[in-house]
């Protein structure tokens, strides 16, 4: 499985972005999809998660009512809507996957895409 972001850029204190994930390779053995963050200096933490079978979505509490995590089945695709984001959000945003659901650690990473916010 490879995964490849896009849709990063610099955006205005306010503004908005949509993220893109494009999944390559055994689609149909992916459980779950998450979006990541790392800021400069910083951990990566995640921020949106969704389970490719029920569409069950979960977000971390700072992001909540504001991003949106979606998948295109279809065409392999998993998006991340940000909507009013703030200079604290800059940072690359990474793309994950996994064929366990409850794992822990994740098992597919794409390269991420630059997020600024200025």
């Known amino acids: 499985v490879q995964l490849v972001e896009s849709g990063g850029g610099s955006v205005q204190a306010g503004g908005s972005l949509r993220l893109s994930c494009a999944v390559s390779?055994?689609?149909?053995?992916?459980?779950?999809m998450g979006w990541f963050r790392q800021a400069p200096g910083q951990e990566r933490k995640e921020v949106a998660r969704?389970?490719?079978?029920?569409?069950?979505?979960w977000y971390a509490e700072t992001v909540k009512g504001r991003f949106t995590i979606s998948q295109d089945n279809a065409k392999n695709m998993v998006y991340l809507q940000m909507n009013s984001l703030s200079p604290e959000e800059t940072g690359m945003y990474y793309c994950?996957?996994?064929?366990?659901?409850?794992?822990?650690?994740?098992?597919?990473w794409g390269r991420g895409t630059q997020v600024t916010v200025s």
């Open positions: 390779g055994d689609f149909k053995s992916i459980t779950r």
């Open positions: 994950a996957a996994d064929p366990r659901p409850y794992a822990g650690a994740w098992m597919y």
């Open positions: 969704i389970y490719t079978e029920s569409g069950g979505e």
